[in-house]
């Protein structure tokens, strides 16, 4: 699909949502390690089958869309799972590279200022900051290693630059607040550097030397999509990974086990950093406008 198909896709997709009752967001929070763990934090409102919306590409159709309201304003929340589990963050070969980044760009399309994503990642290098099993990270700056971009084809796409901002993605403001309330909240939680691989693959004790001989703390699969539409739609993001060791016999079993440690963590900081998302988000509109 070119520029056209890709902005009529997105630009379809936001006024269906609005024609069929979704309130246009403030923020989105996108999230790699399930809807289920923040949902007392964030009631829905409003759901609805991404199946039922016009311009949804298929990796997204079988997803559904809650929508909370709150003083704080109208948040999306959508799980980050394209595809379906037999291909996991494997994009297929008919999909058009921008797939993977869709609701970034539908969310700015429809108002947003702002991106939360949650996802989990495992440590390299012998980084002391990043514990694994025991840390949350959040993600100062990023280095593409995945191979791939989801800005092919999207030179002349009227939903951003032809050369985002990449410095800026990553907010300050978002990330202060972040290690503030975790502080408050006595859970551990430092700032990163993180490796975007490709996936499905823990990566080898070469691979994971080489990324910290990179610069990098911290290896997150299938990262790259989110965090290069996010620059490209000009949302102010805050990446939050969950932190695990890949070292072991069984590092999948690890990373599940560490997972379920740090989901009350996670949870606590998503939901106490509801109103500075909802603040910046407002800024980065305010400053765009």
């Given amino acids: 699909m070119g520029t056209d198909s890709f902005d009529d896709a997105i630009f379809a997709a936001s006024r269906h949502l609005r024609s069929l009752g979704a309130a246009d967001p403030d ?15 964030y009631e829905a409102d409003f759901k609805l089958p991404l199946e039922d919306v016009e311009g949804v590409p298929n990796a997204w159709r079988h997803q559904i869309l809650q929508v ?19 291909t996991g963050n494997a994009p297929t070969a008919d999909e058009a590279p921008w797939t993977r ?22 440590s390299v290098g012998e980084s002391p900051e990043t514990a694994p099993g025991e840390t949350l990270a959040v ?35 978002l990330r202060e607040a972040a290690l503030g309330h975790a ?61 695990i060791d890949p070292d072991g016999e069984s590092p999948l079993e690890a990373q599940l086990a560490a997972a379920d440690r740090l989901a009350p963590a996670l949870e606590d900081l998503v939901v106490a950093l509801r109103p500075d998302l909802a603040r910046v988000a407002r800024a980065r509109r305010e400053e765009c406008s």
Avoid at 29 to 37: A, K, R, V, Y
Avoid at 108 to 121: F, I, N, V
Avoid at 141 to 152: A, E, K, Q
Avoid at 228 to 239: P, Q
Wanted: proline fraction near 6%.
């Fill in 183 to 243: 502080a408050s909240l006595g859970l551990p939680c430092v700032e990163a550097v993180v490796a975007c691989t490709a996936g499905p693959a823990i990566g080898t004790p070469a691979e994971r030397r080489f990324h910290a001989s990179a610069g990098a703390s911290v290896a997150v699969q299938g990262l790259a999509a989110p965090v290069i539409a996010c620059a490209h739609a000009g949302l102010a993001c805050l990446f939050v990974v969950a932190v």
């Fill in 139 to 173: 993600v100062s700056d990023h280095i593409n290693l995945s191979g791939t971009t989801p800005l092919l084809g999207l030179g002349e796409s009227r939903l951003g630059p032809l050369f985002p901002d990449q410095t800026r993605v990553h907010d300050a403001a």
């Fill in 68 to 86: 909370a309201e709150s003083a704080s304003g109208v948040t999306w929340l959508l799980e980050d799972a394209a595809g379906t589990p037999e």
């Fill in 27 to 41: 923020a989105l929070l996108l999230m790699g390690t399930g809807i289920g763990l923040v949902g007392a934090g």
């Fill in 101 to 122: 980044g869709f609701p970034c760009w539908l969310a700015a399309a429809s108002g947003a200022g702002a991106c939360l994503h949650t996802s989990g990642g495992y």
